[in-house]
């Protein structure tokens, strides 16, 4: 696996020459969960001063070996090597006192507590015994410095965004003077400026002889900040190797173990144009002002825009879950009062949020019981019907290629991609005529990504209309006909055929271009909103 | 829902901790397994049981209800109050029986309305009619009981059917009807859905407002049934003692049966094991002559410890 090669440029000098190269070893380690192994025999170090990212599809044992690592999970064989010793990390404070620090993918924060008291939980600084609160905005104050964001030490960490929350916990973990950083999907909610100083500090991190765990599925902030890529599938060791020797093609090609030529299937181009949904001048205060369009019978209409452009409100609007204070909503041409969830659906509407595991799923019950729970009228004269309920939910599981232990396994064990996958079964099982997606491929790796393109694909050229909501402009560009690019609540512009780029999707969203929409009388017509906020 | 994944290890603790006390309980008194024992336990779990029914949909949804001792007195003194008044024949005793259940609803329906439309949390809200149940009680009856003139109330409290307790009858009946109700039906589904995780359940179209008002409400009917047995039994309803610490039984049967404080999970039929726990720990203390006053303290314990089980199960 490793092939020996100095990394002398990055070694500390001062480090003493018997201290092995590695910093942290892994031999033979394996995590089974009910007998099932989720993680086999896995043989690899990383050096000090070194980046690894860690990639793999989601269930591939990435989560594991770093909760190992971090403490959380006890290895079920095998032995982890601190500095050429073994080392016993049975919980995550001992991993602390080891000097291995986890950013985790979900928040360990107080959200009652002040951001400088979240970092300092536990170990807080004291003076003649009481809490030495201004040294401790300070250090805090310096850290997000350092950090180059605008996080408020003494801000209360609830009143955050999740990009803040997110610096908040890097600024913790750096802040414990750690020699192993596990970054846990860093950089799914950060924004392009904050990305940057984060591989800054990583960088610097390393450069005092510290090592870096990148996970990721961003493949090309891979490539960008590691030194070396280890490639997990089912649990196994594919490769370990530098990251000069892959490109982003040949990472997801191994995370996968087949070829991924097509990325998304080709756009079908609705034959009819006969209008399913007509917005008109909808507004909710604080969110949406004058919101117009229509969806096309078998459409996939792109919404594109930067974090709280309102895109995810104007999905949550339509679904009957944000009082709309005016403006019109029609389905097939009749207007259509949408008050509440139940009115959504009867209208043939469903939203999938883009916060999947808050929103969207019960994750301590099963597939059965999450795929029926928006439908189970369906199932349900007085009685709930098992047998049908498992029999669809069946159906779903095979249909979608989802990967349950059993039906009457919990969701919290599942990956991202199979969680994202009964999701999408839940709202299709209450047959909608339009399907509204937020964020539907957030957290899900590669393979369950494409079989999700797939799947939206053949529901559309099935007859369903589709609103998609996405940061990822290629996910936008590949999968949308046209597209509304959305800015502090209005529709900006809308863009279709030649004029559907990243370029003209980002003058949009950045207010560099304003486009007169029929109907839309308020739209912004100057350009004073103009900056470089990247795309959420 | 429930009833799937009881075959993994903590839905079989209680069951397991009853079948074992059970055991010791046997070998401690020879009386123990007399029908007569027996019998006189099921009838004593009884009253509370009927409410940890309730309480049991209450917790799971996510909410607590604290009030349902003191609405026993107030179901159970008003409807004495209409069997005097009626003049206790059989018309009076179904009017009570029904003055019971709807003076028992409207209580638990006020709790709902706090919890939903007046957006209290649970345990302040019932806490607060905990004590204006109980004030309105002790008002009524200044203070003293409400005793009933009828001869046959009391027959019907204390009677027997086919040589089981009427109480017994009616607990198990209601058990089955809740545990029904709360496995097999969209309803029930929608409890545990709301307190597992009440913004799913709102993205999911689920009324969780309504839900939640009816946990209070069939609680509130638990409480009338329970109330109107008791009255009978007793044939009068202390304004001062009638339903002093219900909510505590109650909810400890809850807890013991292995329905989680956190909502979201639990089982009418772990509910009943827990109050049949209660019954039988209470009558080993009676039997081996400890001290009433102590009894309370045991009950303590094992609540803290049925919970502290709960908790280390995650």
């Known amino acids: ?536 | 829902m429930v009833s799937k994944r009881s075959i993994n290890y903590s839905t079989w603790t209680p069951l397991a901790a009853l079948i074992i006390l059970i055991i010791i309980s046997s070998f401690a008194s020879e009386y123990f397994f007399s029908a007569r024992n027996l019998l006189n336990i099921t009838r004593q779990i009884s009253y509370t049981g009927i409410i940890a029914l309730g309480m049991t949909l209450v917790i799971i949804a996510g909410g607590i209800d604290l009030s349902v001792g003191s609405l026993v007195a107030l179901a159970g003194g008003v409807a004495v109050l209409a069997l005097n008044a009626l003049g206790g024949g059989p018309l009076a005793v179904a009017a009570a029986i029904l003055v019971a259940v709807i003076v028992g609803v409207l209580g638990g329906a006020f709790n709902g309305m706090l919890v939903t439309a007046g957006r209290v949390a649970p345990f302040i809200a019932t806490l607060g009619t905990m004590s204006i149940y109980r004030s309105l009680t002790l008002y009524m009856a200044n203070g003293g009981e409400f005793r009933s003139q009828s001869d046959l109330f009391p027959s019907f409290g204390a009677g027997l059917f086919l040589e089981i307790p009427i109480a017994t009858w009616v607990f198990v009946i209601l058990a089955v009807i809740f545990q029904i109700l709360l496995s097999y039906t969209p309803f029930g589904r929608h409890v545990c859905a709301v307190g597992a995780n009440e913004v799913v359940a709102r993205y999911s179209a689920i009324r969780i407002q309504f839900v939640k008002f009816m946990t209070y409400a069939l609680t509130g009917l638990t409480v009338g049934v329970s109330a109107v047995l008791l009255a009978s039994r007793l044939n009068a309803v202390s304004s001062t003692n009638a339903g002093v610490y219900y909510e505590l039984d109650a909810i400890a049967a809850v807890v013991i049966g292995g329905t989680s404080m956190s909502g979201g999970m639990g089982a009418i039929w772990g509910t009943v094991i827990g109050a049949a726990v209660l019954g039988i720990i209470n009558n080993m203390l009676n039997m081996a002559g400890i001290s009433t006053y102590l009894q309370g303290l045991v009950k303590g314990l094992i609540i803290i410890a049925a919970v502290l089980v709960q908790y280390k199960r995650k």
């Open chain 1, 1 to 536: 696996m490793t092939n020996g090669q100095p990394q002398a440029a990055s070694q500390p000098a001062d480090q003493p020459a018997s201290q092995p190269e590695e910093l942290l070893r892994v031999e033979n380690l394996t995590k089974a969960f009910s007998g099932v192994e989720v993680l086999k025999s896995l043989n690899a170090g990383i050096r000090r001063g070194e980046i690894m990212g860690v990639i793999g599809e989601n269930g591939a044992g990435k989560s594991t070996f770093m909760k190992l690592i971090s403490g959380v999970y006890a290895p079920t064989h095998g032995r982890i090597l601190l500095d050429g010793k073994p080392v016993r990390i049975a919980t995550p404070s001992a991993a602390q006192r080891l000097g291995i620090a986890m950013i985790p993918q979900e928040f360990n924060l107080i959200n009652t507590l002040r951001v400088y008291e979240n970092i300092f939980l536990g170990r807080e600084l004291r003076r003649a015994g009481v809490l030495d609160r201004k040294r401790m905005i300070e250090i805090a104050r310096r850290l997000f410095a350092a950090l180059a964001t605008d996080v408020q030490p003494e801000a209360l960490v609830g009143d955050l965004s999740v990009a803040q929350k997110q610096m908040v916990e890097i600024a913790k973990a750096i802040s414990q003077e750690s020699r192993i950083l596990i970054m846990d999907e860093p950089t799914t909610v950060l924004s392009r400026a904050e990305i940057d100083s984060l591989l800054v500090i990583m960088r610097d991190f390393t450069a005092k002889g510290g090592a870096v765990f990148f996970v990721s599925h961003k493949l090309a902030e891979v490539r960008a900040v590691c030194d070396r890529v280890l490639v997990l599938r089912d649990g196994e060791l594919i490769s370990l190797d530098p990251v000069a020797a892959l490109d982003e093609h040949e990472m997801a090609r191994r995370m996968v173990g087949r070829d991924l030529s097509e990325a998304f299937p080709a756009k079908a181009t609705p034959t009819v144009v006969q209008p399913v949904l007509a917005v008109r001048s909808l507004t909710v205060p604080g969110s949406l002002a004058g919101i117009s369009f229509t969806l096309q019978q078998g459409e996939i209409l792109g919404i594109a825009g930067l974090m709280g452009a309102g895109r995810t409100e104007l999905g949550e609007t339509l679904m009957g879950l944000r009082k709309a204070q005016s403006g019109t909503i029609a389905i097939d041409g009749a207007p259509t009062a949408i008050q509440s969830p139940r009115d959504a659906i009867a209208a043939g509407i469903a939203y999938l949020s883009e916060d999947r595991q808050g929103r969207g799923l019960l994750l301590q019950y099963d597939s059965v019981v999450n795929i029926t729970l928006a439908s189970l009228k369906q199932y349900a004269r007085l009685f709930i019907q098992n047998r049908k309920c498992q029999e669809r939910a069946r159906y779903y599981v095979d249909s979608f290629n989802i990967r349950v232990p059993s039906l009457a396994a919990d969701l919290s064990r599942l990956s991202g991609g199979n969680q994202q996958k009964v999701y999408l079964a839940k709202w299709l099982d209450t047959a909608p005529r339009i399907l509204i997606l937020d964020e539907p491929t957030r957290g899900v790796d590669v393979g369950a990504r494409h079989e999700i393109y797939g799947f939206i694909h053949d529901l559309v050229a099935n007859g369903l209309s589709c609103i998609l909501i996405s940061s990822e402009l290629e996910e936008i560009l590949g999968l949308s006909n046209r597209v509304l690019v959305m800015r502090s609540g209005r529709i900006a512009g809308e863009l279709a055929g030649d004029a559907l780029n990243e370029e003209e999707i980002m003058y949009y969203a950045t207010g560099l271009k304003v486009q007169e929409i029929p109907g839309d009388a308020t739209a912004p017509a100057t350009l004073s909103g103009a900056s470089g906020a990247p795309v959420e």
